[in-house]
């Protein structure tokens, strides 16, 4: 089935008080335009997009598709009217004769989902429209033409947004009778219900992220950092003490009359930080990847493991915020270590020392650590990817 987009950038945004039309604003290095065109070309669902423009920016355009560009989506540009209305039915005429699905978009709208395109063009090839819509929160009163206000039931009522997608030919036909009626409305969907009745409505559960840019502060709000994508893991690990074994804990060997049992080393703090660090990652824990059946891992250095559980990490496009381990030891006491623990800790994270909290704990004599028969370990770790990482 034959679909196509039309763009609406034709506006000037005055609101926005930005000096040039809106759409071609700039933000981190991609403009409000080229955003738009990204999320329509990467929706895969359309053949081609007409973008309407004034006459005077499309030299600007040009410049941009050098810049930002190509935008193969682009198949034609089409100059705006005096209205929106006209501009909509300009590159409505543009498009090719047997486009039999269309999606009518304002570039001002730079966050539209693959989501949102689907729901709309699928609602479109169902019932001849689809227009994406947002329930409304707000109380809303409506003033009378003698002035007496009263309330709306706002569960019956909906806000409307682009894309507005439409049988091709009936939007289109639609958009010729008005110009001939000279008929004012505010958006398609209006146009659409005069000449054929209602229009379908849809909704998507991140239809509340498409906001339509239009003030000054919207623009603002656009060049604050964006918020990270946050993970938390714990880990635990639990070692018996026994005589004949190295005493390692972060990397730091320790005098002491017994060391931790275990295939590896057993440092058991650096096992309960790799699995708070696989646990972010929703990659099991330190058993599955460094099995104790495993003969190469023999006797092995844990802050090597640390290594490879590391570039896991950086592999999946995060990197540590900060980590907290506790030990639970009964004795030795481990104040004097803690300075180089910290230092391993860091170096292994790829982070500063201020980013890593080391600290050790008794049990008063309780339980397995207390009757030192063994050490305990947990550790909680905080990774993060920055909004556009891989």
Known sequence: MSCWAVV????????????????????????????????????????????????????????????????????????????????????????????????????????????????????????????????????????????????????ALRAVQTPQCFDCQRILKAHLQAREDGLSVTDDAMLFEHYYGDVALVTTDDAVENIKLTTKKDFEAMERPAVPEVRVGQGYDAHRLAKGRRLVLCGVEIPHDRGLDGHSDADVAVHALMDALLGALALGDIGRHFPDTDPKYKGADSMKLLDAVMAMVAERGYRVGNADITIVAQKPKLAGCMAQMKANIARGLNVDEDRVNVKATTTERMGFEGEELGISSTATVIIYKQAGER
């Open 8 to 155: 609406v950038a034709a506006g000037r945004g005055a609101r926005a008080g930005l000096g040039i039309n809106k759409v071609f604003y700039t933000v981190n290095g991609r403009s409000v335009l080229g955003r738009c065109l990204d999320a329509i070309e990467g929706s895969g669902r359309f053949d081609g997009a007409v973008v309407v423009l004034s006459e005077e920016d499309k030299a600007r355009f040009a410049d941009l598709q050098r810049t930002e560009g190509p935008f193969d989506i682009v198949k034609g540009i089409v100059h705006g009217g005096e209205t929106r209305r006209d501009s909509v039915c300009n590159g409505l005429l543009a498009l090719p004769k047997d486009t039999e699905l269309v999606a009518i978009h304002d570039a001002a709208r730079p966050f539209v989902s693959k989501r949102i395109i689907d729901a709309t063009l699928d609602s479109a090839r169902k019932c001849g429209s689809g227009v994406i819509s947002t329930p409304v929160v707000d109380t809303i009163k409506q003033i009378g033409a003698d002035g007496r206000v009263s309330s709306l039931d706002r569960n």
